[in-house]
């Protein structure tokens, strides 16, 4: 009898919780059977609180001016707003050398040419100190700076020149542009509805208690319901 | 839109072990060809490849140069490790494949079909094509006579 009683408040409070989840499930299950109804796979969505469920945004530099200026969004370069290559590091420093633009990262210098492609590029393997830390320019040269010293790129040799150093740029206005033309067409309502079912943007720990509550709560109702009908069967 | 991709830290691990290779462990100084006009018309005119760098690097010792090039199959680069003794290949090894499909061009099998190749030979005869991974082949065909041409030419001034 107190067993009962006991499963029974608990089963209560955890239903509840699972509710939610069932809940999601039930109506994101819902919407994917009516997907071709509503046309979901060829509508998309440019909430930045959903893109950022995605990662969308997460990461944004830039370099240069109103004419000439080169911006990294997560992975992807845009050069004057125009997407390019794609980087897997972050960018440490641009500078603008027409028509090229020659941007760092800690493991490599780049040129890249108006096409957005790579025309060049420098490394270890050219006998370059890693991690890069800077990317500037002096009167004729381009400089790096590592851990200890700065370098001149073109013999490799330290600098005492007064080096002008790249600077990152804040412009909140170029990135929320960026992130609108980037994700025009990238994250449908299909697809955001089936991760959504899936439990793919949600945290694993809400689907881990989630599916925890759903074992107890069969687990308890079984009890429950075994219980009582013994009970029954003894009062006959 | 062409997604060209820098070399990861993993791409560069098998760079690495590639020029080991190559070298014995004792990877000499890189060099560079530098690309003037002259030479861009003429890469252009005889191999056309996606595109063309201000220089191309490469590492010698003795006769034995090896050259890592990048060539676009069909919309990602292909970064490939070419070994050249004496104007002949001796080894093709296909360092990072990013394509999505056609990555049997990474099977030895494939890139053995080189060694001993020099310009002399037609590479669209004589080397065998994967059905599916055409573009790959075209693109590995490129990169091979690219470095064969660099390599005789990259002493001339």
Known sequence: MRLRKFLRKIHRWIGIIASIWLLLLASTGFLLQHKDDWNLAHKYTQSALLLSLYDIGQ???????????????????????????????PIIGAVYQQPNWIIATASQINWIDTHGQIIQSMDEFDGITLPIEKLGHNQTNLI????????????LQPTMLTTTWSQAIDSESLKIQLIETSTQNYLSYEQLIFDLHAGITSPSLFNDIAALALIFLSISGIIIFFKKSFRNQKNF | MVFQQQLSANDKNSTKEFLNETFNNDIPKVNRFWVNKNNQKTIKQLFN???????????????????????????????????????????VQVLVYRESR????????????????????????????????????????????????LNHNKNKP
């Open chain 2, 49 to 91: 490849p996606s595109q063309i760098k201000l220089s191309y690097r490469y590492w010698q010792k003795d006769d034995t140069s090896a050259w890592i090039l990048d060539e676009i199959g069909k919309e990602r680069d292909i970064t490939t490790g070419i070994v050249i003794s004496s104007d002949k290949i001796v080894k």
């Open chain 1, 144 to 155: 790096i700076q590592n851990q200890s010293e700065s370098i001149e790129l073109k013999t």
């Open chain 1, 59 to 89: 990461q944004f530099t830039s370099y240069g001016d109103q004419q000439n200026n080169l911006a990294q969004l997560d992975y992807q370069i845009y050069i004057d707003g125009t997407a390019k290559i794609k980087l897997e590091e």
């Open chain 2, 102 to 149: 056609g990555g049997q061009v990474q099977n030895k099998r494939f890139t053995q079909q080189y060694n001993n190749m020099s310009s002399n030979n037609n590479f669209i005869k004589e080397i065998d094509t994967i059905s599916g991974a055409t573009l790959s082949v075209n693109a590995l065909n490129k990169q091979v006579k690219l470095a064969l041409w």
